[in-house]
């Protein structure tokens, strides 16, 4: 599975929309782009995934570059709740395993 | 609702001590999964099952075994628990197959051995 990189930390005023920017370079033709988060002392939540297109669910959109080399989770109208480690993802294994590396620590401030 | 549900949220143990760590789900998933995570290392995986008796070895399996009799459970064993093995850990469930499916977690166990 493909490696991924995301800035260390970033910030947000709340009510603001927060763009979490992920690179995965060497993401491959059947990868999977996916995005965790995990709010202190939980386990990961699941957010959202997509191989090529856009995509939107209730929690937030995922934006994918036409070469998918790059990716951005936003978050439309962040609150205070949506304070966490977001972790993007890629996987192209039908075992499953996710490879988390840092993240990003995403802090709203009020 | 989908769930995965850990036996304990928080764990004490002696060095020494055989560990019971248990995970059910109830989404009827073929692939389940153990990781620890520690501080500054992240989530890293001990054992991976991806059917009833059938398990593989993840990233750091040294001291962990596993044990899955039922679809639906899947158990991390500490043979005999050290100090370094204190940490947060926490039990996942996916379909298979999982590169267009997203894996479930538990709330965690954390466990201090003393």
């Known amino acids: 599975d493909a490696k991924t990189t995301q800035p260390p930390s970033m910030d947000c005023a709340e009510g603001r929309a927060a763009n979490l920017p992920c690179n995965h370079s060497t993401i491959s033709g059947n990868e999977y782009v996916y995005w965790y988060r995990q709010i202190h002392s939980q386990g990961p939540q699941y957010i959202i995934h997509?191989?090529?297109n856009n995509e939107t669910n209730e929690m937030a959109s995922l934006i994918i570059t036409e070469d998918r080399k790059s990716s951005t989770l936003i978050l439309p109208h962040a609150t205070l709740r949506d304070t966490a480690v977001y972790y993007c993802?890629?996987?192209?294994?039908?075992?499953?395993?996710?490879?988390f590396g840092r993240g990003t620590q995403l802090t709203v401030w009020p | 609702d989908v769930k995965v549900t850990q036996s304990s949220r928080y764990l004490v143990k002696r060095t020494g001590e055989k560990v019971f760590l248990e995970c059910v789900q109830d989404?009827?998933?073929?692939?389940m999964f153990w990781y620890r995570q520690d501080p500054g290392l992240g989530l890293r995986l001990i054992y991976f099952s991806y059917d009833v008796k059938m398990k593989e070895k993840g990233d750091i399996p040294e001291g962990y075994s596993v044990s899955r009799e039922k679809k639906e459970r899947f158990s991390l064993i500490l043979e005999s628990a050290s100090t370094n093995q204190t940490s947060m850990y926490l039990c996942?469930?996916?379909?298979?197959?999982?590169?267009?499916?997203?894996?479930?977690f538990g709330q965690g166990t954390r466990l201090t051995v003393v």
């Open positions: 989404m009827d998933h073929e692939n």
């Open positions: 996942a469930s996916s379909l298979y197959p999982a590169s267009n499916t997203e894996a479930f």
């Open positions: 993802i890629v996987k192209g294994s039908t075992l499953g395993r996710l490879y």
């Open positions: 997509g191989l090529k």
